[in-house]
């Protein structure tokens, strides 16, 4: 899951710089249609895998160990409301910032609009795009994989130790991951966001 989660979206968007400027019903980017509906899909689905999957390795806790069962416990009654919140924002963001990016690029990219535009509704545009929905978006990102990394950071009862496959497939999406969300990052233009995301992700480790 986690090899899908490094691979899928880093895969999708170099196809989609390289038809950066393609339009769909003559309304719409080719990269934010696929942006705003696939890639939300995807998230959907690889996010709420991993969730459950988590949540199986939380069952398995305890069963030997008093402070274990009590770590168990405390999981079960926090992890779904916090990751039910996280993974809330985290869509809206996506939301707006696949919106706003819409307009923005077809009124500034696509068609030269933007000197129809009043200057103030291309503010609120570029804030939406660059600023509120990047926000909301990594925020809420790096917070769930760090949830998820701190809930199954802990060894279940029999647990064996990784192979030495799984460990190099791991550290390999790890640099997958690192280096195509250091890209997106620093193309908004908030590298800030991804100092707090790897320290985010190092509190749950």
Known sequence: LIVMLALFPTCVFVFL???????????IRLYNAVDLIVLSAFYHVIFHLLYHRVNFEIELLGRKDHDARLRRTLLQQSMPTVFSLLYTIFQIGRAVHCTADAIHTYATEIYSYADRVPPDMLKLIYFLDEDLGHWLLWIPYFAILSLLTAAASHPTDGAQPSADHTVILAAGSGLLMGATHAVAVIESSHAWLGILGSCMLFAGA
């Open 17 to 27: 710089e390289v038809n950066v400027k393609s339009v769909i019903f003559d309304n």
